[in-house]
């Protein structure tokens, strides 16, 4: 068994995961929109239980990055905020699990 010695570093191969993804809410989102294809914002905060600060701000910077897009309407005269994965958020989505599945079935295989 190799002992931990700070002198012998192994790197690791983080090739797959996406550093905004490393916040448990953001994951969470992309997540939910790929399961369920598309959520409002209501829905979300329901799901989620978060405020609608911290929602808006984290689906924002997923938007920012391109993981998801947001649609506006109204219904019954309300806003309404739709949210959707972009394919090629589900593609680094699927990729940074892909990583994190690498991780936890064999950590020998990032190094």
């Known amino acids: 068994m190799p002992r931990d010695d700070p002198g012998h570093s192994v790197p690791i191969d983080l090739d797959g995961f ?32 978060e405020t609608d600060g911290n929602l808006g701000a984290n689906l924002r910077k997923l938007e920012d990055a391109e993981f998801l897009t947001a649609t506006k309407e109204f219904q019954q005269r309300k806003p309404v905020t739709w949210y959707q994965l972009t394919a090629g958020g589900r593609a680094r989505l699927k990729r940074h699990l892909d990583a994190l599945a690498r991780l936890i079935h064999d950590p020998g295989s990032l190094a």
């Open 18 to 49: 996406e550093k905004l993804l490393e916040h448990r809410l953001r994951l969470t989102l992309c997540v939910l929109l790929a399961r369920y294809d598309l959520l409002s914002f209501s829905r979300l905060k329901l799901l989620t239980g």
